[in-house]
């Protein structure tokens, strides 16, 4: 939209600035996505990847910089003066992507089937039918056929979350956004839910992933982006993780690596 | 993708889905206007001051009374009617004066406000003259002539005379002429609806004295056959006139009026009228003796009950319940809006919104029924009764469902509204889809303590002249005097009611709470 992609990244962002009162947590992050590649971001706590994160789908309005996925581009240095304009921009750039969250925030009193129909049918508008196949399809592949009349509190830790990516997926988005998808699961579920993840990437689904489990994300990733204070500290293949070159980035994964 | 059917989009603030809060409040105030309009512009009775223009047609006089002051306006056990003295005096007059009549029965007290407010034209309810009430309405010649005594306990040998009244406390109604009477002998005034409390308050000794009207406190030893209490002495040697009461602009209703009267008594019916209630001519001075036969004789408290059990179940099934059913709903949607308008960020929907709620928890029910029903008509809006009484109730369940909903919106975690925004929904899709159907599982046992307390709350619809089941059980209690069983019966209808809707609450939760683990 703003016509100035000279690159050929799917998801673009530049310049992103974020404070909250007055403590700055993004400091010019700068990122691109290749279609089809899976992104970790990585960070001690506090470092801004999860507010980078949101960024992307605007739950968190950016102060400054510019987010594009695709055709949808949203400059929130210069947004427009008209309120009815500025949604649009927004909405259309929400559309592009998925969001998974950490403690999966599903529709407790709707059915599995109804989490997953919710959007294509309420807000795609959608016909019901169609929408219906597509989520027992979806249901199937993250492994839970069976289950769409279950309630989410009638599910597993795992089980719910994996309910949450099929949510997301049922959108149809061109990204999948994860915020730290297995940080709340009790350890003997992680496996289950990052085996869906990682079926994912091997299909060809472009991911932005915000998680802690290191070996999983060297199992996966194409892109490495570490964070600290606010801006991208280090960033490259897998080999970020393996043979770190910045100093906090290695003090970061021994910590980590310690700890799990 | 891009071409969702779906309205603009938030930018995440949770506030912006208040935005259509306006749309619903402006639905609520078109609601409410079929709901005021109708009945301030509602096709009327012929006023009083339509009379003279079709003096040849009948005009439909409608008449304040009672109904719970036997032998004078009471409701006779075995037809259901009201009845008495002063009502066949009035229907006399209007057979007389080609008037077509119709009743209003209210507590003593409601009787002014409600001539005031033109809610009735005329009062027929044993109303003494007296200069001040002379100064603001007009009377019609005298139908009674009679005097005041005084009523104490059985055991009660101090009491004599007005000047031993000196210091004891009488009850009385607030507006009486006797009230007055007590007072100027230094009585410390406690107020009641009518003798029949005033009656129950001196036999259980909580107040030394009333003041009434000879033949009243004759007719209600002889129905009670109380021996608890007695007629102790004359109130002064005055004899006090009574009459029938119009507004100062109803000249001509009273005209013809005292030409009725003057008829009537030239051709024996008010005496007949008289004989019959009292033994004597108490339409003329210095009738003699009276004799009053009890209005209401040898029932048991059993068949009491029987005959009064139909009468309340249609006070509830005609008032009661309606009026629940119908401030419930509008209450709640009164809520939900004010509710949304507490959480929005615009101050010029969350501080109306809490002033609201400041008013309606800050003031007694009571209160807000007599301003909707006697103030508002001062600035041109006259409801009905029953509409009055629907209003009243219904601001005052939004002003405490209000405060519910909001808690219950509150306490759905943030979690979920963010959810249904990356899903794409607008704020009002996700309020409407995602948030308030778990609010209202959290809702639903504190709003059913709302209807509950509504239930029982709309007892006070009597005072704004709305005969609902409490209202029966009173106008019953008064001929019988079996005020025990009678409110105990009452209390038993209540009681029913809400156990009904106790069961409902529990059928709800489930539903409602069907996901929950």
Same mark, same amino acid.
């Given at each position: 939209?703003?016509?100035?992609?000279?690159?050929?990244?799917?998801?673009?962002?530049?310049?992103?600035?974020?404070?909250?009162?007055?403590?700055?947590?993004?400091?010019?992050?700068?990122?691109?996505?290749?279609?089809?590649?899976?992104?970790?971001?990585?960070?001690?706590?506090?470092?801004?990847?999860?507010?980078?994160?949101?960024?992307?789908?605007?739950?968190?309005?950016?102060?400054?910089?510019?987010?594009?996925?695709?055709?949808?581009?949203?400059?929130?240095?210069?947004?427009?003066?008209?309120?009815?304009?500025?949604?649009?921009?927004?909405?259309?750039?929400?559309?592009?992507?998925?969001?998974?969250?950490?403690?999966?925030?599903?529709?407790?009193?709707?059915?599995?089937?109804?989490? @997953?129909?919710? #959007?294509?049918? &309420?807000?795609? *508008?959608?016909? +019901?039918?169609? $929408?219906?196949?597509?989520?027992?399809? %979806? /249901?199937?592949?993250?492994?839970?056929?069976?289950?769409?009349?279950?309630?989410?509190?009638? @599910?597993?830790? #795992?089980?719910? &979350?994996?309910? *949450?990516?099929? +949510?997301?997926? $049922?959108?149809?988005?061109?990204?999948? %956004? /994860?915020?730290?998808?297995?940080?709340?699961?009790?350890?003997?579920?992680?496996?289950?839910? @990052?085996?869906?993840?990682?079926?994912?990437?091997?299909?060809?689904?472009?991911?932005?992933?915000?998680?802690?489990?290191?070996?999983?994300?060297?199992?996966?990733?194409?892109?490495?982006?570490?964070?600290?204070?606010?801006?991208?500290?280090?960033?490259?293949?897998?080999?970020?993780?393996?043979?770190?070159?910045?100093?906090?980035?290695?003090?970061?994964?021994?910590?980590?690596?310690?700890?799990? | 993708?891009?071409?969702?059917?779906?309205?603009?989009?938030?930018?995440?603030?949770?506030?912006?889905?208040?935005?259509?809060?306006?749309?619903?409040?402006?639905?609520?105030?078109?609601?409410?206007?079929?709901?005021?309009?109708?009945?301030?512009?509602?096709?009327?009775?012929?006023?009083?001051?339509?009379?003279?223009?079709?003096?040849?047609?009948?005009?439909?006089?409608?008449?304040?009374?009672?109904?719970?002051?036997?032998?004078?306006?009471?409701?006779?056990?075995?037809?259901?009617?009201?009845?008495?003295?002063?009502?066949?005096?009035?229907?006399?007059?209007?057979?007389?004066?080609?008037?077509?009549?119709?009743?209003?029965?209210?507590?003593?007290?409601?009787?002014?406000?409600?001539?005031?407010?033109?809610?009735?034209?005329?009062?027929?309810?044993?109303?003494?003259?007296?200069?001040?009430?002379?100064?603001?309405?007009?009377?019609?010649?005298?139908?009674?002539?009679?005097?005041?005594?005084?009523?104490?306990?059985?055991?009660?040998?101090?009491?004599?005379?007005?000047?031993?009244?000196?210091?004891?406390?009488?009850?009385?109604?607030?507006?009486?002429?006797?009230?007055?009477?007590?007072?100027?002998?230094?009585?410390?005034?406690?107020?009641?609806?009518?003798?029949?409390?005033?009656?129950?308050?001196?036999?259980?000794?909580?107040?030394?004295?009333?003041?009434?009207?000879?033949?009243?406190?004759?007719?209600?030893?002889?129905?009670?056959?109380?021996?608890?209490?007695?007629?102790?002495?004359?109130?002064?040697?005055?004899?006090?006139?009574?009459?029938?009461?119009?507004?100062?602009?109803?000249?001509?209703?009273?005209?013809?009026?005292?030409?009725?009267?003057?008829?009537?008594?030239?051709?024996?019916?008010?005496?007949?009228?008289?004989?019959?209630?009292?033994?004597?001519?108490?339409?003329?001075?210095?009738?003699?003796?009276?004799?009053?036969?009890?209005?209401?004789?040898?029932?048991?408290?059993?068949?009491?009950?029987?005959?009064?059990?139909?009468?309340?179940?249609?006070?509830?099934?005609?008032?009661?319940?309606?009026?629940?059913?119908?401030?419930?709903?509008?209450?709640?949607?009164?809520?939900?809006?004010?509710?949304?308008?507490?959480?929005?960020?615009?101050?010029?929907?969350?501080?109306?919104?809490?002033?609201?709620?400041?008013?309606?928890?800050?003031?007694?029910?009571?209160?807000?029924?007599?301003?909707?029903?006697?103030?508002?008509?001062?600035?041109?809006?006259?409801?009905?009764?029953?509409?009055?009484?629907?209003?009243?109730?219904?601001?005052?369940?939004?002003?405490?469902?209000?405060?519910?909903?909001?808690?219950?919106?509150?306490?759905?975690?943030?979690?979920?509204?963010?959810?249904?925004?990356?899903?794409?929904?607008?704020?009002?899709?996700?309020?409407?889809?995602?948030?308030?159907?778990?609010?209202?599982?959290?809702?639903?046992?504190?709003?059913?303590?709302?209807?509950?307390?509504?239930?029982?709350?709309?007892?006070?619809?009597?005072?704004?002249?709305?005969?609902?089941?409490?209202?029966?059980?009173?106008?019953?209690?008064?001929?019988?005097?079996?005020?025990?069983?009678?409110?105990?019966?009452?209390?038993?209808?209540?009681?029913?009611?809400?156990?009904?809707?106790?069961?409902?609450?529990?059928?709800?939760?489930?539903?409602?709470?069907?996901?929950?683990?």
């Amino acid at each position: 939209m703003t016509g100035t992609a000279a690159t050929t990244g799917l998801v673009e962002v530049a310049g992103l600035e974020k404070s909250f009162g007055d403590r700055q947590v993004l400091r010019g992050v700068d990122l691109t996505v290749e279609r089809g590649t899976a992104t970790v971001l990585l960070g001690p706590s506090g470092s801004g990847k999860t507010t980078v994160l949101r960024s992307l789908n605007v739950l968190e309005a950016p102060d400054r910089g510019s987010v594009r996925i695709g055709d949808a581009a949203v400059d929130f240095s210069a947004m427009p003066k008209e309120k009815g304009e500025r949604r649009r921009r927004i909405k259309a750039l929400r559309a592009r992507s998925g969001m998974v969250f950490q403690a999966h925030n599903l529709f407790p009193h709707m059915t599995v089937l109804g989490n @997953l129909i919710e #959007g294509p049918v &309420q807000v795609q *508008g959608r016909p +019901r039918d169609e $929408a219906v196949a597509e989520a027992r399809a %979806l /249901l199937e592949q993250v492994g839970l056929a069976g289950r769409e009349d279950a309630y989410p509190s009638q @599910l597993s830790g #795992g089980q719910q &979350q994996r309910v *949450g990516i099929a +949510r997301a997926l $049922a959108l149809k988005p061109e990204v999948l %956004l /994860l915020d730290e998808p297995t940080s709340a699961l009790d350890p003997e579920l992680v496996g289950e839910v @990052l085996g869906v993840i990682r079926a994912l990437a091997g299909e060809g689904w472009t991911l932005i992933i915000v998680t802690h489990e290191v070996r999983f994300a060297r199992d996966v990733a194409d892109q490495v982006l570490f964070l600290d204070g606010g801006v991208i500290a280090e960033r490259g293949g897998g080999e970020v993780l393996t043979e770190p070159r910045e100093e906090r980035t290695k003090r970061f994964l021994a910590r980590v690596l310690e700890a799990g | 993708m891009q071409a969702h059917p779906t309205r603009g989009d938030g930018t995440g603030a949770r506030a912006r889905a208040l935005r259509p809060v306006l749309l619903l409040l402006l639905l609520l105030g078109a609601l409410a206007i079929p709901l005021a309009g109708p009945a301030s512009a509602a096709p009327k009775p012929a006023h009083a001051q339509a009379a003279p223009a079709k003096a040849a047609s009948h005009p439909t006089v409608r008449v304040g009374t009672e109904g719970t002051y036997p032998p004078f306006s009471y409701v006779d056990p075995k037809t259901g009617q009201l009845t008495g003295f002063d009502i066949e005096v009035v229907r006399a007059v209007a057979a007389k004066a080609g008037w077509h009549l119709t009743f209003t029965k209210g507590t003593f007290d409601s009787l002014f406000p409600a001539l005031d407010t033109g809610r009735v034209d005329l009062l027929a309810d044993q109303i003494t003259i007296n200069p001040d009430r002379q100064a603001h309405y007009l009377f019609s010649s005298p139908y009674t002539y009679s005097h005041g005594v005084i009523v104490t306990a059985a055991d009660n040998n101090d009491i004599h005379s007005l000047a031993d009244l000196k210091g004891r406390t009488a009850a009385q109604s607030q507006t009486s002429n006797w009230t007055q009477v007590a007072k100027d002998a230094g009585a410390k005034i406690q107020y009641v609806d009518g003798l029949d409390q005033a009656a129950a308050l001196i036999a259980q000794g909580r107040v030394d004295a009333t003041v009434n009207d000879n033949i009243a406190v004759l007719d209600y030893l002889a129905s009670s056959g109380s021996k608890k209490i007695k007629v102790a002495g004359n109130a002064g040697d005055e004899v006090s006139k009574q009459a029938l009461v119009f507004r100062k602009s109803s000249a001509t209703l009273r005209d013809q009026a005292d030409q009725a009267l003057a008829a009537l008594a030239k051709d024996g019916t008010l005496a007949k009228i008289s004989q019959k209630y009292f033994g004597a001519d108490v339409t003329v001075p210095n009738s003699g003796k009276v004799d009053v036969k009890a209005s209401d004789t040898g029932r048991s408290t059993w068949q009491v009950l029987q005959d009064t059990a139909w009468p309340m179940l249609r006070g509830m099934l005609k008032d009661t319940i309606p009026l629940t059913i119908i401030s419930f709903v509008f209450g709640l949607a009164i809520a939900l809006a004010v509710a949304l308008a507490r959480l929005s960020t615009y101050r010029i929907l969350d501080v109306p919104a809490r002033i609201y709620i400041s008013i309606i928890r800050g003031t007694p029910l009571l209160v807000q029924l007599f301003i909707v029903f006697y103030g508002l008509p001062e600035v041109g809006v006259k409801l009905p009764s029953f509409l009055a009484a629907c209003l009243a109730l219904s601001l005052n369940v939004g002003g405490y469902a209000a405060e519910i909903i909001r808690a219950a919106i509150l306490s759905v975690p943030r979690g979920q509204f963010e959810a249904a925004t990356t899903i794409g929904m607008d704020p009002w899709q996700s309020m409407r889809r995602i948030v308030l159907p778990q609010a209202a599982r959290i809702a639903v046992p504190p709003l059913s303590n709302t209807l509950l307390s509504l239930v029982k709350d709309t007892s006070l619809a009597s005072v704004v002249l709305v005969t609902e089941l409490f209202r029966v059980a009173q106008v019953a209690a008064a001929v019988s005097t079996r005020t025990m069983a009678l409110y105990c019966l009452a209390a038993l209808y209540y009681w029913v009611v809400c156990y009904v809707i106790s069961i409902g609450q529990g059928l709800l939760e489930k539903r409602v709470g069907r996901y929950a683990a």
